[in-house]
């Protein structure tokens, strides 16, 4: 079955520091890749995607991350955070499932920037 | 532009009784989506509509059963809550067609607490 595994799930860092949230899935097939971000007291919001093409992909607010097929990774990095991202990040796959395409999310990563 | 709505934002009820969850998405778009999110398991699908009148099950329906008599609504509801059932609850949705098909967009939630 397919499967969105994200190995940390908490994160704690200080500004300016640089970030990478790893994430693996499982799935053979042509796979369309997300990162989505929760604020405290939000909705999810999406931060990047990846379809095709180039396999460095960036998104909003100085994030980016990086398709790699051959690891079945698409690990979400930042350069340098601020406390502004403390978040929870969910990365996400769109996979066939039966007859239809379904989002499968990982468990989540909360990331705690202290200022 | 509303976007996707969700009402109530919070609800408090006891085991036993009956809740519907709305929303509301003013894009017209195709597919919606009921998400629960809890500690430690991401979002899990509960069940998902491809058009008026056409639901499907996702990962964890039990419990719960929708409706989509019109194309921007989609009530969730619980026919007898449980303590299990505490959570909160998004609603999402994407276009059909289009470069955006493969991407959902969330509603703010419902943070549903059953005593």
């Known amino acids: 079955a397919q499967s969105v595994s994200q190995h940390n799930h908490h994160v704690i860092l200080s500004e300016a520091a640089s970030l990478e949230l790893g994430c693996n899935y499982s799935?053979?097939?042509?796979?369309?890749l997300f990162w989505y971000v929760q604020y405290p007291g939000q909705h999810l919001q999406l931060l990047l995607k990846?379809?095709?093409?180039?396999?460095l992909v960036k998104g909003i607010k100085g994030f980016e991350a990086e398709f790699i097929k051959s690891k079945f990774s698409f690990n979400l990095r930042k350069p340098s955070v601020q406390w502004s991202d403390t978040a929870e990040y969910f990365c996400?796959?769109?996979?066939?499932?039966?007859?239809?395409?379904?989002?499968?999310f990982g468990s989540g990563t909360r990331l705690l920037v202290r200022p | 532009d509303a976007g996707i709505t969700q009402s109530p934002r919070y609800k408090i009820t006891e085991t036993g009784r009956q809740v519907t969850l709305m929303c509301h998405q003013t894009?017209?778009?195709?597919?919606m989506f009921w998400y629960r999110q809890d500690l430690g398991h991401g979002l899990r699908l509960i069940y998902y509509?491809?058009?008026?009148?056409?639901?499907d099950k996702g990962e964890v329906p039990d419990g719960y059963v929708v409706s989509r008599s019109k194309t921007e609504n989609f009530p969730l509801t619980l026919e007898s809550a449980t303590r299990s059932q505490t959570s909160v609850y998004f609603c999402?949705?994407?276009?059909?067609?289009?470069?955006?098909?493969?991407?959902?967009?969330f509603g703010p939630g419902t943070r549903l607490t059953v005593l």
């Open positions: 996400a796959v769109n996979a066939r499932t039966d007859s239809s395409y379904k989002l499968i």
């Open positions: 894009w017209s778009h195709s597919y």
């Open positions: 990846y379809f095709s093409g180039d396999p």
């Open positions: 799935y053979g097939g042509t796979v369309n």
């Open positions: 509509s491809a058009a008026a009148d056409i639901t």
């Open positions: 999402a949705s994407r276009p059909l067609l289009g470069s955006e098909s493969h991407t959902q967009y």
